[in-house]
């Protein structure tokens, strides 16, 4: 038994028994103390931010956390940009990062950089093992520190000779459990009493409290009381479809932002942030509220949401109130012709069978698909939460993972996904039940928006060769095909209401490419 | 004018005048004055990876930096590897990464990182532009940083209040030059006397010494005292060839690498450092030297490698021996059958064009490409530098930009090719005269060998899901076309043979998978 030994047998003994990973020499080691555990399922990404997105799409799904295998600093750079989105979407995650031996680091050999410096601004924790004699504590530590409040990005560094180091067993520890922070009364009471003064309200809204059930009591709070509860503009995950409450998010386009919260004066957070702006524009205002608004956070991002929701229910009289209202089975009408993101959106809300997941990085192409979409059938909804891009095939893949037994489906923008292409092999190696629908438009559609923005008038051939994504056009057919996804491409609505429903009966992944 | 095109002006006043880019919001203002710039040529790569390693490859090539522009932290985080890679080649590149306007960053907005500190561990001067007023100072800062010593790697944040403040324009500053340390007269007279003691030595070299005309006076002192000269086990470039001096590399296999230094009393260091294991392997040493060898550094990494040899070689008298000992035009003769990693490299000595580059990236692959390549037609030989994977198709496409006319090879292998696929999608929108070669042998090889070594004996099912690129396999014909690449794939010696010849004949990206 050695020091990787160890490791293992912590995480699964905390019920940790996913690996997302991309090993090299210095992790050697550990995949050899991984291969001598088979109940240890260790997933293969051919680049880290697929096993950095998977694990953010297996966390929020599986509702705990997996462990990803990256090798020194490097490997952790690469995967870097997706923890980045798993910390905005407080996704639990245990990043092991292996490093040279301790006794090699004074050479500098070429892999060799600053680790723990590369680690702490996309972590919440981030530790060292020193040897093998607190290899155990220190992934507890870990573990602990990725379960607390709603999830954290833990990130263990684990030098190989710690790895190599023989060990002495024991028993296996008590499982460590997530613990969200308390109920605060008095910060409920506060609300309870501000909902209660008749100015225009909204409750923003996001982590655990967008699930059916805290839905629900917080439709009843709004019936109750006036108020409005929106979702904040991106979140990790949140149900919705037909017999659950239909909510709208924050838009993400700064004037509709604006407007949105332009008669509200006093604010309600649960879990959420006070609004902001997604980037600054010369001229708007960076906080979202108006002037004067008030601002009353019942829990924060770490609270237990879904308490937290009942409580001010309580306090507020909601449960008198009648049942939420829910959105009905719609099936709106397919149009024709050419395809579009709309006829997108509404080919799903007819197809997507019962509790699909649906993981959305359209950016700009997908912006309608709620309209189309409250009385889907029941599904998740996972966005991308920090921006970065590149989150959406390797999430998808995650969380296929998470949940064998739902259809995932991608909707997922040209530009965006070619960061992460490499998640499709991903899913044909696992042979995961994941629809890609690509949004081929064929440019970084939000940057041409932007720079109109900026007032810099029509791209000339500079810009034009920064923003468009022709001159050759990608053909996702062959890309998927290359890694083993069977693909098709649909230039109409029909052809892809038929690809879609198809895809849909079958099971394993498939990619449609969708011209718009 | 504002503040961004005083960047723009401040660069191309310094002879910086490609950008590799892959822009966001933040830096639209930047984007518009690019725009503004026809003397700037602006290259898209569709992930970060791609626009670092291309910065790389052009700045071995072109000799000087070009500029990258990376969307905040997530769009840096992505380029670090390649970073990584070009600050271990000791390549000048200044990076431009956007930010939120400076009065956001208080919002805590979702892309909010914390940029300067993933900067620093991959970068040899950080910088943040506080406002307009100090931008021009600031770049300049940068661009000197990046043109220091043999290079370093300047990462520059720029707000995006900075880039779109009102600014007054000025004439553009004097060109700022490269500046290499003055030669040591000591350090050479030590070593010099060190070469008349008559132990056996080795002289380690890297950097510019690695150009045919350094090399062929180091062989004069080689054959002037009998050190043996060799080059570090991995250098950003190094020319070879027929009519150049036949120079080995010290062995990447630990044992192998001990065993070339395994007589060697003394070491005299052009640039190299002193030899260390590439990882540290359970009792083995981590320095390759045998104890007691001793080292004498002639000039460091940022010396005046040239002018160093150049002294060594009048110190010892080295000029009056008799001419180099050049390697001859050698063809060796091409083998039938199956396609192997040998038969590879025979075509590649017989049908590569005269000043090809050749960008390697092949790891287990390549490791007997200098034995049948000695005699080839003279060649640049560009190397994965600091162990990050994903530099070599980024690297050529690089290397092509820098040098259009000249034939560029990448020796790839499939694992590291997967990282950054993506830059064939640049080849092909550049046009860019790039035959790449995917040594496609469905594994992560070097791990199945270090695997191995660690003793953990026949690989089982987890250790293979990590290691292995198989179920399925990578159709890397559909991924290049996928991309507007063309590509055809061969799997015995003939067919490679001609499809080299055909593709070196022929303009424009082509890729090989050749199946191993």
Redesign the interface.
Known sequence: MNGADILCETLLANGIDTCF??????E??F??A?????G?R???G??E?VVTGAADGYARMAGKPAVT?LH????L??G??NM?NAR?ARSPMVNVVGD??S??L??????T???D??A???SHWVGRIEGVGDLRVRTEAAIRAALTGAGGIATLILP??AA?SAASGGAPEAILRPRPDPVDGQRVDAAARALGNGRPTTILVTGTALRAGPLEVLDRISQKTGARVMAQ??NGRMQRGAGRVALDRVPYVIDQALAAFAGTEQVILVGA?AP?????Y?GKP??LLPEGCSVIEIAGPDGDLPAAVEALAEAVGAFEAPPARLAGREMPDLPGGALTPDAIAIALARIMPDQAIVCDESVTSGRDFFRSTYGAAPHDFLQL??????IGIPMATGAAIACPDRKVIGLQAD?SG?????GL?TQ??ENLDVVTIIFANRRYQ??HG??K??G?GN?????R???D?D?????????A????VEAARATTAGTFHDLLQAACRHRGPFLIEAVI
Chains 1, 2 share one sequence.
Request: overall charge neutral; hydrophobic content about 40%.
């Open positions: 990973a991309n090993p090299g020499t210095s050697m080691h995949v050899a991984l291969d001598r555990q088979p240890m260790c997933v293969l051919l680049s931010g295998l020194t600093g490097p490997g750079a690469n870097l940009a980045h905005r040279h031996a006794y090699h004074q050479h500098d050999a070429p892999l950089s600053d680790i410096g590369l702490r601004p996309m190989a000779d190599w503009q991106a942030k902001v702006g997604f980037f600054a010369p960076g906080s939460t920090g921006g970065a891009i590149g530009g070619m960061y992460t292409l490499q092999w044909a190696r939000i940057l932007e720079l923005n900026v810099a791209p000339g051939e500079n810009a060769r920064m923003l994504l001159r050759p056009t990608l053909d996702w057919v062959n890309l095909r290359g890694m083993g």
